[in-house]
Nanobody, 130 residues
Framework: QLHLVESGGGLVQPGGSLRLSCAAS????????IGWFRQRPGKPREAISC????????LYEDSVKGRFTISRDDAKKTAYLQMDRLKTEDTAVYYC???????????????????????WGTGTQVTVSS
């Protein structure tokens, strides 16, 4: 099965940037939709971005749109989340996740409270503080 490991988290000042990586092992990543999720203190886990398995379609939750960029490199079996202009409210544990197949389930996750994916990493902490 697919195994996912996040990295790149850490402490950053407001307005700063981080790039998170999600390294996959196991099957080829090409067939999987990838999502990034986060869990902010005192709040449930939420989907914030998705990238599709076919045409590379991307989706973003409103709070990160324009600041975060999701990407993937299937040859390297790695997905990324570039986070710019970070805010204190971005402080959270960030998770990558994968779904075998198309984008629609991840799309649904963005626009609902669902977090339905097939495979999950164990998370990386991002702390935005001065």
């Amino acid at each position: 099965q697919l195994h996912l490991v996040e990295s790149g988290g850490g402490l950053v000042q407001p307005g700063g940037s981080l790039r998170l990586s999600c390294a996959a092992s196991g099957p080829k990543l090409d067939y999987y939709t990838i999502g990034w999720f986060r869990q902010r203190p005192g709040k449930p886990r939420e989907a914030i971005s998705c990238i599709g398995n076919s045409y590379g379609e991307t989706l973003y939750e409103d709070s990160v749109k324009g600041r975060f960029t999701i990407s993937r490199d299937d040859a390297k079996k790695t997905a990324y989340l570039q986070m710019d202009r970070l805010k204190t409210e971005d402080t959270a544990v960030y998770y990558c996740a994968a779904l075998f197949g198309a984008l629609h389930t991840c799309y649904h996750n963005i626009y609902s409270t669902d977090t339905t994916m097939d495979y999950w990493g164990t998370g990386t902490q991002v702390t935005v503080s001065s």
